[in-house]
């Protein structure tokens, strides 16, 4: 059987919560979190990149706990008001057109907005990533290119750097500078799908992390509830609880969310590691 472990995106707070969710997995059962992060498919999306790349590097789970709760942190504060881009997001996005044609004038939108410079950002992720390397393993990483708006999705033979793939995957329009790889540029791999399950169709079960609640409303299908229950495998999903949601405040963005985040994730990774236990045994 063909596993995978997909990780959501979520800003900020998903990476912390993703990671603190495996920690706290791993408190109460060490093999179901090394069986977790030994997955044959690591798929990030955003946020879910940056944590599946961790994990392909064969860092310590301690260790990326650590580095979610340290006082000090490369992550940078955009300054963005949330509520304002969300607004010009949700209008482009409720004009007519095919979900592609949507995506594009959002890609748009990320073109014309002033951000930091691209190699601002990229210093960033690449602080963010204990290695610079593609593991030798099935790891994936979904962006989208600005220009079409159709998913595309990194593999170790892409041929493109690993922090590039990261920092185009979590390239959040409007927030960050859409990312130049060859002669494209790319935006959030998050943006249609927070989760793009359909870049794990080959795998027979499938365990999801996904730091939202479970019925976030989204501007595509079904959302990210509907998305999963269509996986034709099977699924475990573990999805953002109440404690996780107060503890991501109202940016996820923000560098402070990071450590709340981190501890919401492993409490609630300690409780949900006897379901993942059990999901996994079959």
């Known amino acids: ?77 955009s300054g963005v008001d949330i509520d304002q881009i969300s607004a010009v997001f949700l209008s482009a996005l409720s004009e007519p057109g095919s979900p592609q044609e949507r995506l594009r004038r959002i890609g748009a939108i990320a073109l014309a907005t002033g951000t930091v410079p691209e190699a601002v950002r990229r210093a960033v992720i690449a602080h963010r990533l204990p290695s610079h390397d593609w593991p030798d393993r099935d790891l994936r990483i979904t962006a989208i290119p600005v220009d079409t708006g159709e998913l595309v999705v990194f593999t170790p033979e892409s041929g493109v750097p690993l922090v590039d793939a990261v920092a185009a995957s979590c390239a959040v329009p409007g927030v960050w500078p859409p990312v130049t790889i060859g002669d494209r540029r790319y935006m959030d791999g998050g943006v249609g799908s927070s989760v793009n399950t359909a870049a794990a169709a080959d795998c027979d079960a499938v365990v999801v992390l996904v730091p939202a609640a479970e019925f976030t409303p989204s501007p595509f299908g079904t959302g990210t509830a509907g998305e999963i229950a269509a996986f034709a495998g099977l699924t475990l999903t573990v999805y953002a609880d109440d404690e996780a949601l107060t503890a991501f405040g109202r940016n996820p963005l923000d560098p402070a969310c990071r450590r709340p985040s981190a501890v919401a994730g492993r409490a609630q990774g300690r409780r949900v590691a006897g379901a993942v236990e059990e999901f996994l045994s079959h």
Not at 8 to 33: C, F, K, N, Q, R
Not at 46 to 57: C, E
Request: no cysteine; charged share 15%.
């Open 1 to 77: 059987m063909k596993r995978g472990l997909i990780l959501a995106g979520g800003g900020l707070a998903g990476i912390a919560w993703e990671t603190g969710v495996l920690a706290g997995i791993a408190d109460e059962s060490p093999d179901t979190a090394a069986a977790l992060v030994g997955s044959d498919v690591l798929l990030g999306t955003s946020a879910g990149s940056a944590v599946a790349a961790a994990l392909g590097s064969g860092a310590a789970l301690a260790e990326l706990f650590a580095r979610q709760i340290a006082d000090q942190s490369h992550e940078i504060d």
